[in-house]
């Protein structure tokens, strides 16, 4: 059977078989003191075990977690906890609610459904470099969209002066024929692992 021309983009060689080869061997002090020590994924492996131990001894699924009977959207039970998880930390300026939260399975699924959702084949999203290199199948490879990387040469990314840098990109996207249709941030950076100030916040949206 002949795949689609979908499926024929999507096969073509990448380096993906040797990231996974490398997942696939992670270096360990006994069990595979050989493996790979892998700098290039951001987990949190000191935590690890905490995590573990605190969801075996509070976490209980009853059966109705089978079922689409919670909805498809994630649990109320979970979509409840994760509200309030986010408005205690995030002091959001109106309260977050469960009927706001829509919970996928990881945020890989959740950024390819809302590149499906808002951008059509050939239109762009702004993404400021350096960024998180599985950004660009996540925005690109089932949906058609282009990814338009932003530039910033000696300007701090996340100073409030790299909006500009956005300003021009856009620019030139639509110069090329290229609709911007959105932009990507990811706070805390990755992998610059640090938090936008408030005030390039501000300005950002103020673009957008």
Not at 75 to 97: C, D, N
Not at 118 to 140: R, S
């Amino acid at each position: 059977m002949d795949l689609s021309l979908r499926g024929l983009d999507a096969a073509k060689p990448s380096d993906t078989s040797v990231r996974y080869e490398v997942l696939g061997d992670s270096w360990h002090e006994q069990k595979n003191p050989s493996g790979y020590v892998n700098l290039g994924v951001a987990e949190n492996t000191l935590a690890h075990e905490v995590l573990a131990k605190h969801i075996h001894e509070h976490i209980v699924l009853g059966s109705e977690h089978f079922t689409y009977g919670t909805g498809a959207t994630g649990s109320p039970q979970l979509k409840q906890a994760i509200a309030r998880f986010l408005g205690k930390y995030l002091t959001p300026s109106q309260p977050l609610e469960k009927s706001h939260i829509t919970v996928t399975n990881g945020c890989s699924a959740a950024i390819e459904h809302l590149s499906w959702a808002l951008a059509n084949p050939g239109e762009g999203f702004l993404l400021g470099q350096p960024f998180y290199g599985t950004f660009i199948p996540d925005l690109t490879l089932r949906t058609g969209a282009k990814v338009v990387p932003v530039p910033f040469g000696s300007i701090d990314p996340l100073n409030i002066d790299a909006v500009s840098q956005y300003v021009k990109a856009l620019l030139a996207a639509r110069s090329e024929g290229i609709k911007v249709v959105g932009l990507v941030l990811c706070n805390p950076h990755n992998p610059l692992r640090r938090c936008y100030p408030v005030e390039f916040l501000i300005d950002i949206m103020r673009l957008c």
